[in-house]
């Protein structure tokens, strides 16, 4: 539940936003203490959607197990009632306003555990089996790169990497609040 202080901090003064200047510690202060009790209410907003959005998940849940257990009766049904017709018709398929029913054969192929796969190729040697996967090393390249006033990515030797472009510097304002309010 939210604090009445903070309940009170959220009181809309509509006329605070046309006058109100940061101009000492004093109103600093204020400003923060509005800051954190739009973040309290913004936790509230979001608890409370939480809640909302929980309860709708287990009634979907309960809704979509409801629907799988009749829905695999009724396909269970109709396998066995086209495996059926299958025996005098091997083309046979069910076909209705509704939908179809046929089936479809894969071919035969490999299950893969690749960890055990890569495990036995490294173990026999056989190197010519495994592909690596090829990337740049970044943090070697930004130790050897340096940007000119061209904007090219250039080593000592002259090299030149395609693809490199420099990345402005920027500077975030960010807020940090307190988790509790100021005690008296």
């Known amino acids: 539940m939210m604090n009445p202080l903070i309940k009170d901090d959220l009181k809309d003064n509509s006329t605070e936003k046309k006058t109100f200047k940061v101009n000492d510690?004093?109103?600093?202060?204020?400003?923060?203490?509005?800051?954190?009790?739009?973040?309290e209410q913004d936790k509230d907003f979001k608890r409370t959607a939480q809640d909302q959005i929980d309860s709708i998940n287990a009634w979907l849940k309960r809704q979509l197990e409801a629907n799988a257990d009749g829905r695999s009766y009724l396909e269970?049904?109709?396998t066995d009632y086209m495996f059926e017709q299958r025996k005098k018709d091997p083309k046979f398929r069910i076909n209705t306003p509704y939908g179809m029913v046929s089936t479809r054969k894969s071919p035969a192929g490999v299950n893969w555990s690749d960890k055990k796969v890569m495990e036995s190729l490294e173990k026999q040697g056989m190197d010519d089996f495994i592909r690596i996967k090829k990337e740049p090393d970044k943090a070697k390249i930004k130790k050897s790169f340096k940007f000119t006033e061209g904007g090219k990515y250039v080593n000592e030797d002259g090299q030149i990497i395609e693809g490199a472009t420099p990345k402005e510097a920027t500077t975030k304002v960010t807020f940090h609040f307190n988790e509790t309010g100021?005690?008296?």
């Open 25 to 39: 510690i004093g109103s600093a202060t204020w400003a923060m203490r509005k800051l954190r009790a739009f973040d």
């Open 76 to 78: 269970g049904l109709l």
């Open 182 to 184: 100021a005690s008296l």
